[in-house]
């Protein structure tokens, strides 16, 4: 957690929105997420209110209270990415990483890890499999159809009209039926197997009876019409979908409708969660100093909806011990904890991982809110990502390091990237990469406001994240978007 007042370099965009949040509730918080908030007349500047000051845009060199003079004048000193965890925080600056090299780093320590560990294949049941990758091709394991079947509701003919039906009644179902001879008819059902020697199927409107029974086409039949023959989809055997496909719902019904009771996947990589501090309550209202940790509830399902099986959330307090112990006997494929990021006296996460010799991969990413994210290697297979406590720093962290991770170890695809115009300008950070929550609407994203890195207000009413790069996006000018993993898939889809 962090002591009260340790921290006069506190990002003061933070206490600028928390302002404006301050006037908007006033206003009795009549206001829709798109909607703009009436300035205050802030005592601070923040890199993403510069709207209100309009000559502070795209001012490089003034001095934000929590940049480093070195990335002021945009040196990169990024140098080794990979290091031990005992550096000071002035010294994490300078080592920030750029926001998609993060990213990218991300990726490849999972490659590297599922190298190492060879991560082998699972047998799993059809209504376990959504969200997973296909770890063998999909292969048919019977023709489809399997036998050749009525497409519409009718009387199944063969040779040409008139045509004398048969009394035996519907075929429907699986029965099986005697062969037809040329001028005979039999009534069948959709989807029904259809007689031997059959030669085409009349459509019920498409056929009369007369007085003496005979059925009679009121317009041509074509030989083989709505007969679905068998193998018509495909042939046993035959490549249907690729290793690696995504199972999606229709993947489910295609691989049931072939034969599968159970599919060849990856398995999902396993997480656990460490959520840190001593100031977390798990239920009611905030009281003494105490607030609600927002992270516990919002980091498990987001996680499954990256491809994961969260195997435990743990509350750890502020306590290095337990810390230690749980870092040092986890057993999962990946350690999320949130908070103790920072060096505050409490923040025990870098010097734990300099005590267990943890690598760090990551040590800080140019990116706002969430810069003191991190990412290390706990063993040749095992990595550890360490989210900020704030809880839209927290978010950050998911979407930079976690998503890329996860989406590797699981052999998901990236997310085709993709851009849209901005509804209203997006202010950027003078040097790093800013994720601003937007709500898609018709072509364009709206930006929207309450994103201080202590908020989840405006990430609540979010479809996406704009991708704002130094120096900010005009109204109407592009931006890459990051979708949120339930705005197209929809929460069922996503979270089972
Ligand atoms: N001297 C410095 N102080 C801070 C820096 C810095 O560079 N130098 N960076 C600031 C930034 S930016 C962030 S983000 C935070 C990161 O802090 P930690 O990861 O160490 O997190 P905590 O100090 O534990 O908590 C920060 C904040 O978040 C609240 N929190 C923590 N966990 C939860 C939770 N599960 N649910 C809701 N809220 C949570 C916590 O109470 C604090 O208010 O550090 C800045 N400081
Ligand atoms: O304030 Mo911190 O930008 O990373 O949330």
Redesign the pocket.
């Given at each position: 957690?962090?002591p009260r007042g340790?921290?006069a370099?506190?990002?003061a965009e933070d206490l600028d929105v928390e302002e404006v949040l301050a006037l908007v509730n006033e206003d009795n918080g009549h206001h829709t997420p798109g909607d703009h908030v009436p300035a205050p007349t802030p005592h601070t500047t923040g890199p993403d209110q510069p709207d209100r000051h309009p000559s502070n845009r795209h001012t490089p060199d003034r001095q934000q209270p929590?940049q480093p003079t070195s990335d002021r004048h945009g040196t990169d000193r990024r140098g080794a990415d990979r290091h031990t965890a005992d550096r000071s925080?002035s010294d994490r600056?300078h080592k920030a990483t750029p926001w998609s090299e993060a990213r990218e780093l991300a990726a490849r320590a999972a490659l590297a890890a599922t190298r190492a560990a060879g991560r082998a294949p699972v047998s799993v049941p059809l209504d376990a499999a959504l969200g997973l990758a296909l770890a063998a091709p999909l292969t048919a394991l019977t023709d489809l159809p399997s036998f050749d079947t009525s497409a519409m509701d009718g009387w199944a003919i063969a040779g040409p009209g008139p045509w004398d039906v048969r009394e035996e009644g519907v075929l429907a179902g699986h029965a099986e039926a005697e062969p037809l001879t040329d001028g005979e008819a039999v009534r069948i059902a959709t989807g029904a197997r259809v007689p031997p020697d059959t030669t085409a199927v009349l459509r019920s409107e498409h056929g009369r009876t007369d007085t003496k029974g005979q059925l009679h086409a009121t317009r041509e039949v074509q030989p083989g019409q709505d007969i679905r023959a068998r193998g018509q989809e495909c042939r046993i055997g035959d490549h249907l979908l690729a290793m690696g496909t995504l199972v999606t719902p229709a993947v489910l019904g295609l691989a049931a409708a072939a034969g599968y009771d159970t599919l060849t996947a990856v398995p999902r990589p396993r997480v656990e969660v460490l959520?840190?501090?001593d100031?977390?309550l798990t239920k009611g209202l905030p009281h003494d100093g105490l607030?609600?940790?927002?992270?516990?509830p919002m980091l498990p399902p987001w996680l499954r909806a990256l491809g994961a099986e969260v195997t435990a959330v743990r509350r750890l307090g502020d306590d290095a011990k337990a810390l230690h112990k749980a870092l040092t006997t986890s057993r999962a494929d990946l350690v999320v904890t949130?908070?103790?990021?920072?060096?505050?006296p409490v923040?025990h996460v870098h010097p734990t991982l300099h005590r267990i010799g943890a690598e760090l991969l990551v040590d800080g990413v140019k990116v706002r809110?969430?810069?003191?994210m991190l990412l290390a290697r706990l063993k040749e297979h095992q990595h550890l990502v360490?989210?900020?406590?704030?809880?839209l720093?927290a978010v950050s962290g998911l979407l930079t390091l976690a998503e890329p991770l996860l989406r590797t170890l699981a052999a998901r695809p990236a997310p085709e990237p993709y851009t849209l115009p901005l509804k209203d300008a997006a202010h950027g950070h003078p040097y790093d990469t800013r994720l601003i929550p937007v709500v898609l609407r018709g072509d364009h994203a709206v930006p929207l406001h309450y994103h201080g890195?202590?908020m989840l207000r405006g990430m609540a009413a979010a479809d996406a994240v704009a991708v704002v790069p130094p120096g900010g996006v005009r109204a109407g000018q592009e931006a890459e978007l990051l979708d949120l993993p339930w705005a197209l898939a929809g929460i069922e889809v996503c979270f089972t």
């Open positions: 957690m962090t340790t921290r370099d506190e990002d929590d925080t600056h959520v840190l501090g100031e977390l607030i609600r940790d927002a992270l516990g949130t908070g103790g990021t920072a060096a505050g923040d809110p969430g810069h003191p360490g989210l900020p406590g704030n809880p720093a890195p202590a």
